[in-house]
């Protein structure tokens, strides 16, 4: 009985330890309504850049206002400088502790934001070395 219970004990243990360390990795604002899809790949631990119908945000602290925004250029500047900041400060730490710059950037936009927008984001993304993006949807169904 004694063995019984250190077994389901150790299961236990095994199961919350487990369960504590997933979390979440992506926080959608109230704000932010996330368009739809039928892939259902989960998420990794990178860096997010969102696009609310008032903002844009990188990992969830407000850089800018949309209307802010050039309407006239494609290369948002803040958003870059910020970017460029973040890449080669990554890029530092793969020298200096070699943590792996993987240039992967999580793009979370509401729904109703228009196309052009997505676009400057992305090309500003690229721009500043985050060429690997990942658009950030909600598995239908």
Do not use: W
Not at 4 to 23: N, V, Y
Not at 101 to 118: A, K, N, R, S
């Amino acid at each position: 009985m004694n063995s019984m219970m250190d077994m389901m004990t150790i299961i236990l243990l095994f199961l919350l330890k487990s369960f504590s360390t997933e979390g979440a990795l992506i926080t959608a604002s109230e704000e932010l309504r996330l368009p739809e899809s039928v892939m259902g790949e989960k998420p990794k631990k990178e860096l997010q850049v969102s696009i609310t119908k008032e903002a844009i945000l990188i990992n969830n602290n407000q850089l800018m206002s949309v209307s802010d925004v050039d309407p006239e250029s494609v290369l948002i500047q803040p958003l870059y400088k910020a970017l460029a900041n973040v890449a080669k400060e990554q890029s530092k730490l793969e020298v200096d502790v070699g943590t792996e710059f993987t240039h992967t950037v999580i793009i979370q936009g509401d729904q109703t934001i228009p196309f052009e927008m997505l676009y400057k984001i992305m090309f500003t993304c690229s721009k500043s070395q985050f060429y690997k993006m990942r658009l950030l949807t909600v598995k239908k169904g």
